[in-house]
């Protein structure tokens, strides 16, 4: 385990996000680290790979940095690179909510609930937890009990929450995400939507997991993450499988993407199911002329 891999962000201004993606490029490159990080305006995400000399290195520079003072860091060990490249790049958004008026976290956001408190709170009466990813993240891995939103991208969850408040009236409501980016935001909305006890797991899922207290009680099946590994155990206690096989229904938590590379959904299937059906999700896209799997075999 002589690698790291890092998980991070923080809401902060960055006034020019073309140069400070020069700057941040360059240093990655300096610490031969590999991954995806974004620059916006509102701030800064990103998740990277590295030598643990690297990425020590890396994070001392960031927290010493004007702008990103107060920025923190999940932190998993790992053999070998989670990524295959290095991507630095501008983004009008961290995370969109596909608002017309966007929220700002710093301005408004739901209190920050820590691990132990979080599993405390989950179990009690007039409490909902909600899960702030996608259909396909919860499907692999979430909180016993947590409502699935049934959305496939986060900008679609403004209208889902609109169409079911149902659930949430005069409920203490908390939000989940993988590392705590999306709650910021989301649990900011819900706040400015008239929802009053509104609270958001500080550091995320990723957070949960490494708690010595909770580590990770009451998380059911594993966290996708969004690098090569596709997804990381949570729960230290016990290892329950939610996920469904997406050909046969049994249980599973094997991951791969549709192989038409139109389409591209992620799947959760074995391996034999994946040859049996060309690694694609319908036998529509089985028979599309770029199917990634047949030009896999023929190649
Ligand atoms: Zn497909």
Redesign the pocket.
Same mark, same amino acid.
């Given at each position: 385990m002589n690698y790291q891999v890092l998980l991070f962000y923080l809401y902060t201004d960055i006034d020019n996000p073309e140069a400070f993606v020069t700057e941040h490029t360059e240093l990655c490159k300096k610490l031969n680290l590999l991954g995806r990080v974004l620059i916006a305006k509102e701030g800064i995400n990103g998740t990277v790979s590295g030598l643990i000399s690297d990425t020590d290195e890396y994070m001392a520079i960031l927290q010493q940095h004007p702008v990103l003072k107060g920025i923190s860091f999940k932190v998993d060990p790992a053999s070998q690179h989670a990524f295959k490249k290095l991507h630095v790049r501008v983004r009008d958004f961290l995370v969109n909510l596909s608002l017309e008026d966007d929220v700002n976290p710093r301005e408004i956001t739901g209190r920050y609930v820590k691990p132990k408190d979080f599993y405390q709170q989950m179990k009690e009466e007039d409490t909902v937890v909600i899960d702030a990813r996608n259909t396909y993240e919860y499907d692999v891995g979430h909180f016993k009990g947590a409502i699935r939103p049934d959305i496939e991208t986060f900008r679609e969850l403004p209208q889902w929450i609109k169409e079911n408040q149902q659930l949430l009236q005069g409920k203490r409501i908390l939000t989940y995400c993988t590392g705590g980016i999306r709650c910021e935001k989301f649990s900011g909305w819900l706040k400015r939507e008239g929802y009053e006890d509104v609270g958001q797991l500080e550091g995320g899922i990723a957070t949960y997991g490494q708690d010595e207290e909770v580590r990770g009680k009451d998380w059911l099946g594993q966290m996708v993450v969004f690098d090569e590994r596709l997804s990381v155990p949570i729960n230290q206690l016990e290892h329950v499988i939610v996920g469904v096989d997406h050909y046969d229904g049994t249980p599973q938590e094997r991951m791969f993407n549709? =192989?038409?590379p139109d389409?591209?959904?992620r799947?959760i299937g074995s391996e034999e199911n994946e040859r049996l059906h060309m690694g694609?999700? =319908?036998e529509?896209?089985a028979k599309h002329p770029r199917n990634r799997y047949l030009n896999k075999i023929i190649s």
């Open positions: 549709c =192989s038409n389409c591209n959904k799947l694609a999700c =319908s529509e896209c």
